[in-house]
């Protein structure tokens, strides 16, 4: 039995979330440094480096099928960094991740027959209203660049579901995150220029790539071994407070009384609605 199998599956996940939030708030203070497009590609190359000698994808015989879903897969996973970095970069990070959360929350429930989720939906849109009634207001790009998030969260859940019943384990993650590294690249490239030969910024983008994507998929997919889905879905809820804690500790970001408030009724909303049997894949 390795080390990761005798740690109980929910401090697995709730480890995954803390790492994921984290590497987001070093991300976010590395901006003073570089964009926010160095730091995608940074990550998402890190990533695709790991996965790929990991997994070791079998690329001969794939039908052209194959190949489509994982380009769709890779097209959201640089879609949904891209947009989340930019809101990390124009308003607070956990008002940045409970707008990127609607995603997933709209995953599960337009998958959902049952009337009682259309409450999780009215809560979770009180949370959006809040947000507009909130005197100190937020960056309306920002804002947008979340909403933008979410949509390729939601695309990334149903495209993955597609993905791993076309490429073995994590094959097809590896090669959707090599995809995403050559859409990411050239923005990537232009924007960071010569800073990305800066050891600052290197040692900065591997931190953020192992803490925000290889460590917590490992940790993810080790406890989704002995964790039914439905708990994991739940505890995935917690991502928008985790990631205001872990902007309020690293950051100094301190969310107003309507943000929090908006921000608890879109994690209930979560919580509600991933108590189904069928949960809500991590992005």
Known sequence: MSLLERVPP?????TAIVSLQVGAAI???????????????????????????????????R????????????????????????????????????????????????GSRRP?????????????????????????VGVGFAVLAALFWAGYIL?????????????????????GVLLAGAPGLLEGGAL????RVLALGLAVGVLSSVLPYSLELTALRRMPPRVFGVLMSLEPAAAA???????????????????GCVVVASVGATRAPRAVPDG
Request: aromatic residues 8%; contains cysteine; proline residues 4%.
């Open 63 to 110: 039908h052209r099928g194959d190949w489509l879903v994982v380009l769709g897969y890779g097209v959201c996973l640089a879609g949904m960094n891209v947009a989340i970095y930019q809101a990390f970069a124009r308003i607070p990070l956990g008002m940045a991740v409970t707008i990127e959360f609607l995603g997933p929350l709209a995953v599960a429930v337009l």
């Open 159 to 179: 495209l993955g579901a597609r993905t791993a019943r076309r490429w073995e384990g994590v094959s097809g993650l590896a090669v959707a995150s090599l995809f």
């Open 196 to 199: 990305l030969l800066d050891p």
């Open 10 to 14: 929910v401090w697995l996940v709730l």
């Open 245 to 263: 804690l872990a902007a309020l500790v690293l950051l100094g970001e301190r969310l107003t009384g309507a943000q929090w408030l908006a921000l």
């Open 116 to 140: 009682r989720d259309l409450v999780w939906v009215g809560l979770a849109g009180v949370g959006v209203a809040l947000l507009g009634f909130d005197p100190t207001g937020l960056d309306p």
């Open 27 to 61: 991300a976010k203070d590395g901006f003073a440094l570089v964009g926010p497009l160095v730091f995608v590609l940074l990550r998402l190359a890190t990533s695709a480096v790991v996965l790929l000698a990991v997994a070791g994808p079998r690329l001969t015989g």
